[in-house]
């Protein structure tokens, strides 16, 4: 019985793409190699079919870039390198799980804690405070809160006058959040760009809807990466499928 053929339109067509995608992920071996006619038009099949699906499926979990590697693999007979490949992701999607649990379990410490200070630990002039007062509210050395500066985790102005460092009440929400998290294990270099994310939402109260959303996003891509799995699978067990490609 013949195989079905497929022109590049066909498969472009059930997906939205334009023909010339079509013959790019043959280029970039994403789609295995199309036979071609006497007149050199490349005809696809089934097998081709799937593997589109599986790649498209495979983007929202795992980006474009990680999508073209495991396809690749996945047509160059590597199959074991593509599932490391997928391993990865889910790897990285696990520990950015973990990252937002140390957020929040660092905000709530936060709010705990919001309580009035000592004397020695209360602002002073203009809501402000300096090394050694928040190093001793911390309980950390002010070696500590300098090395903090250095990695981007506070960045305090400097009195004109006396050349001090001067903490904000926005420095010492960053000093608190930035200890919370190096209890919690995390490096400095992690710990920079969710100090960031708090600096740019305004603060802690607007990150908590950005912490929902970081949540929602997180269960998006776990879905997504079951979705991608589902295709992935479809097109390892086709039955036109060889281990190099589609069958000849």
Known sequence: MPRERLRPVDLAREHGL????????EEAGILPPAARTPHGYRTYTPVHREALRAFLALI????HQTATSIMREVNGGAVEQALRLIDESHAQLLDDRRTLLAVERALRDLTAEEKPGAPEERPGPGGVTFIGPLARRLGIRPATL???ERAGLVDPRRDPQTGYRVYTAADVRDARLAHQLRRGGYLLEQIAPLLAQ???AGGITPLEATLRDWQARL???GRAMLTGAAGLDAYL?????SAGGPED
């Open 18 to 25: 334009s023909t010339q995608a079509i013959r790019n992920y």
């Open 60 to 63: 929202p979990g795992h980006g």
């Open 146 to 148: 300098r090395k903090w």
């Open 198 to 200: 708090v600096r740019s």
């Open 219 to 221: 269960t998006a891509r």
């Open 237 to 241: 067990n086709h039955p036109g499928r």
